[in-house]
């Protein structure tokens, strides 16, 4: 268990590096795709449209913070790890 446990905290932090670089390049991206399929103007546009240009717009935003916290979660894990290990002999 306690190696089961050791592992989690560098999957948690790889995890949280490439969902935070998911969500640079989808920022990086949204200019390009919203001037070739994005609905700019409401007044008359495709639901699916409408639909894929509120996720382009929403994606950035919540993959960067979902990667802050998984980055976040695998320090603490660590750190506990690490207190837990220094304090049982």
Do not use: H
Request: overall charge positive; some cysteine.
């Amino acid at each position: 268990m306690r190696y089961r446990r050791a592992l989690l905290a560098p999957k948690t932090l790889r995890a949280g590096i490439a969902v935070g670089a998911a969500g640079i390049l989808i920022a990086l991206l949204t200019n390009p795709f919203m001037a070739n399929f994005g609905a700019l103007t409401y007044n008359g546009e495709n639901g699916f449209f409408v639909t894929l240009t509120q996720i382009v717009w929403l994606a950035p935003e919540a993959c960067l913070s979902f990667s802050a916290a998984l980055v976040a979660a695998a320090l603490v894990m660590r750190c506990l790890d690490t207190a837990r290990s220094s304090s049982v002999p």
